[in-house]
């Protein structure tokens, strides 16, 4: 068995990579199809921790030996019995250092060619960042924009159904972008976990081919998009939706009607606005949210939030948009949104 330098360039040639951190290091963010066996887990390494600072390093490493190799013991009884000799694990921590490690010394001396990611998730972590650092300067982006309820996202889905290659920040990010854009049951993935999924998805694109993009504020709900890409997308052409009032709320009467299934909740979310809007307004729109009457609050919040929040966003951070292709747009029903996403194809 041979025993060397193993980098995140090397992922490839083993069968399965093992974290072996903690269950909640794990959750923020991992590398990905690795599976979680934690040489400690959250309760145990708060122990060694608290161990560790109020009594001494060795006392630290005592109480942790024994949990360390009663969990190892633990996974190679219940995941590992039935690998072949053949198996080849890449095993990582936090920095690959010592739980990393004593994982793949027991893994060895079982006999398999297990080895160390070197550096651990900190590497990995390293390798996102540069290379979405690396890819995003090199997209060819298209830019849709229009105010909510322009359908942008249905429209990028039906791109990527025309074979159009599109890259979809909300989905990655589980959130809309907006007061209401909290996605049922899907919570947001940590920042981490978030870069993670998009270095992922820039790896996947065709960098000789365009990419539609969604614009985007610096934030989506509470993750940021990283500033290569910021800057990409910020600089790159316009396409702009310009659809009728009328289509933009019945467009969002279906895409969020599920917001009226929880009236206190929505009530909530408009509670976030006390800040930018008049208390007498406010009260009206949560009174609309109690009584589960969405056509009059969303033309409201489109009329007096929606829409001059983008007026004013958008100038500021898309420098091409004075130069955009504006397409009108009457129809956003799915076969009215089949058709737009058509003639968005269509443009050179």
Not at 22 to 35: C, K, R
Not at 226 to 239: A, M, T, W
């Given at each position: 068995m041979s025993h060397k330098p193993t980098t995140v360039n090397d992922l490839g040639e083993f069968?399965?990579?093992?974290?072996?951190?903690?269950?909640?290091?794990?959750?923020?963010?991992?590398?990905?199809?690795?599976?979680?066996?934690?040489?400690?887990d959250d309760e145990e390494r708060r122990i060694v921790g608290t161990t560790y600072v109020q009594v001494s390093a060795f006392e630290a490493r005592k109480i942790g030996g024994a949990m360390v190799a009663r969990n190892i013991a633990s996974h190679l009884d219940q995941l590992f019995r039935d690998k072949p000799r053949e198996w080849r694990p890449l095993v990582y921590c936090w920095r690959g250092g010592m739980r990393s490690g004593s994982f793949v010394n027991w893994l060895r001396l079982v006999g398999w060619d297990a080895q160390q990611l070197k550096g651990g998730y900190k590497a990995w972590r390293a390798h996102v960042i540069e290379q979405i650092a690396l890819l995003a300067p090199r997209l060819d982006l298209r830019v849709l924009c229009g105010p909510t309820g322009s359908a942008k996202t249905r429209v990028l889905q039906a791109l990527a159904a025309q074979g159009e290659q599109?890259?979809?920040?909300?989905?990655l990010a589980a959130h809309r972008g907006s007061v209401l854009g909290a996605m049922p049951g899907r919570p947001q993935p940590s920042q981490k976990g978030f870069e993670t999924q998009l270095m992922q998805a820039l790896a996947g694109l065709d960098l000789s081919r365009r990419v539609w993009v969604e614009a985007e504020s610096r934030r989506i709900g509470r993750i940021t998009v990283?500033?290569?890409?910021?800057?990409?997308?910020?600089?790159?052409?316009?396409?702009e939706i310009d659809a009728s009032p009328q289509a933009r709320l019945d467009y969002l009467l279906r895409d969020y009607a599920w917001l009226g299934d929880d009236p206190?909740?929505?009530?909530?979310?408009?509670?976030?606005?006390?800040?930018?809007?008049?208390?007498?307004?406010?009260?009206?729109?949560?009174?609309?949210?109690?009584?589960?009457?969405?056509?009059?609050?969303?033309?409201?919040l489109m009329a007096r939030h929606y829409d001059p929040l983008y007026a004013r966003s958008q100038g500021r951070h898309l420098a091409g948009l004075p130069d955009a292709q504006r397409l009108q747009c009457e129809d956003l029903s799915d076969a009215g949104i089949q058709a737009l996403a058509s003639r968005i194809a269509s443009l050179p």
């Open positions: 069968t399965v990579l093992i974290d072996v951190r903690s269950p909640a290091e794990y959750a923020l963010d991992h590398i990905p199809d690795a599976i979680n066996c934690p040489v400690l599109v890259l979809d920040l909300e989905d990283p500033e290569p890409l910021l800057q990409r997308l910020r600089e790159s052409p316009v396409v206190q909740g929505l009530a909530d979310k408009l509670g976030t606005l006390r800040e930018l809007l008049p208390k007498e307004v406010l009260a009206e729109w949560q009174a609309w949210a109690l009584e589960g009457a969405l056509p009059p609050l969303f033309e409201a």
